[in-house]
């Protein structure tokens, strides 16, 4: 991957480029000094690690950690390796998110050539090994060569099968990879699905964004690749969530999870009045345009109206009765409940009750202050 290509792409995730490598995920190519028993974190002998790899795991973000040194590649003891180490590692590599694990005892086979290091000791905010202490010298076999697993960020997310752009299945593309697949509805809830919309871009009018289960939108191809996934709602990424990958889900495309970013109301305006700024209230919603019922609709409601409308919404003023005639079609939407601060309707609490044609709610933003 190119430096332009993560510049790129570390805009597609609205994530800090700081956080994004300047190499392949899979490998990483940095100076580590390797550090004497009691020395500080900068000082040391110069040995320099050139290179970082995972081998023989079954996705890029997983395998045996070798290093490279004086043009050699080595492995690194799993003696006193933990959490802290392997998410330095993971974020040189590319993989800044969720907490990695450790696999010990050669979970990924023994390598061959040298031990490079050894009771690696890091806080876990370096973003480098040279920041961390290490031994060079070592008693280790290569029965004790560390591996980790990289919880990859991802670098795409699209919805595919929906009737809209706005909903589908969820598919995802992991960095490093080229292939797209799945999210399994294991655990899946309105907080990931939060975080789906707003990788996609619209979260901002969605308060309550549908979760579609069992393969709602038709079955993927591909792997798995997300699963039992656990947000908190506030994430960026959906790699910055605890989940298990394609390695360790036994979910099939019949489970397969779908969003619905958009809420009902995706619009509204004003029509038959004798100035644009009035008229009877009407909402998209469904593909469709309908009006709304005046019960319970005051003039917090019709001050949110106003401002969607690009009006101040200060004396916005109410019409009920239908004022501006009744329209065609049915009543859309009936007991619209807003405080007032809200800037779109979506932000408010309403019902999808009928009402009579003679209750067709108005809305008048020409009063603004």
């Known amino acids: 991957m190119h430096l332009g290509q993560i510049l790129l792409l570390c805009c597609q995730l609205l994530l800090p480029c ?3 490598p300047s190499t392949p995920a899979h490998a990483a ?24 790899r995972l081998a023989d795991g079954n996705q890029p973000s997983e395998g045996r950690l070798e290093v490279l040194i004086d043009g050699g590649w080595g492995t690194v003891c799993d003696e006193d390796f933990g959490v802290a180490e392997a ?7 590319g993989y800044p998110g969720y907490p990695p694990k450790v696999k010990t005892s050669a979970s990924y086979g023994e390598g061959s050539g040298s031990i490079a290091m050894d009771q690696v000791s890091c806080v876990g905010n370096e973003t480098s090994l040279s920041q961390c202490q290490y031994r060079s010298q070592h008693s280790c076999s290569h029965s004790q060569d560390v591996g980790i697993q990289c919880r990859p960020l991802v670098a795409r997310i699209r919805l595919a099968g ?25 655990g899946f809830d309105i907080k990931d699905a939060r975080v789906v919309c707003r990788m996609l871009g619209e979260l901002r009018y969605t308060i309550q964004p549908n979760v579609k289960t069992g393969a709602y939108y038709g079955r993927g191809n591909g792997n798995v690749l997300m699963d039992d996934l656990k947000c908190h709602g506030e994430e960026v990424n959906l790699g910055f969530c605890s989940f298990l990958g394609s390695a360790g889900t036994n979910c099939g495309h019949e489970k ?3 969003v619905h970013c958009r809420p009902d109301v995706a619009g509204v305006r004003l029509v038959n009045g004798s100035i ?4 009877r209230l009407e909402v998209w919603m469904n593909l469709k345009w309908g009006p709304v019922c005046d019960e319970d609709f005051t003039s917090a409601d019709a001050g949110v109206i106003c401002r969607m409308l690009g009006y101040s919404g200060d004396g916005a003023t109410v019409k009920g009765s239908s004022y501006y005639g009744s329209g065609t079609g049915e009543i859309l939407l009936n007991n619209v409940a807003c405080d007032g601060t809200e800037t779109h309707l979506a932000d408010c609490s309403y019902t999808k009750d009928d009402c009579s044609n003679d209750q067709v709610v108005g809305v008048d933003c020409s009063t603004d202050g």
């Open 162 to 186: 929906g009737s809209t752009v706005f909903e589908g299945r969820v598919e995802v593309r992991l960095l490093g990879m080229d292939e797209w697949g799945t999210v399994c509805d294991n």
């Open 87 to 93: 998410k330095v590692a993971c974020t040189m590599l």
């Open 276 to 279: 644009p700024s009035q008229g």
């Open 29 to 52: 190519t940095t100076p580590v000094t390797s550090q004497s028993p009691g020395s500080s974190a900068t000082t040391g002998p110069s040995r320099q690690v050139s290179g970082l």
């Open 256 to 258: 397969d999870v779908g």
């Open 18 to 20: 700081s956080l994004l």
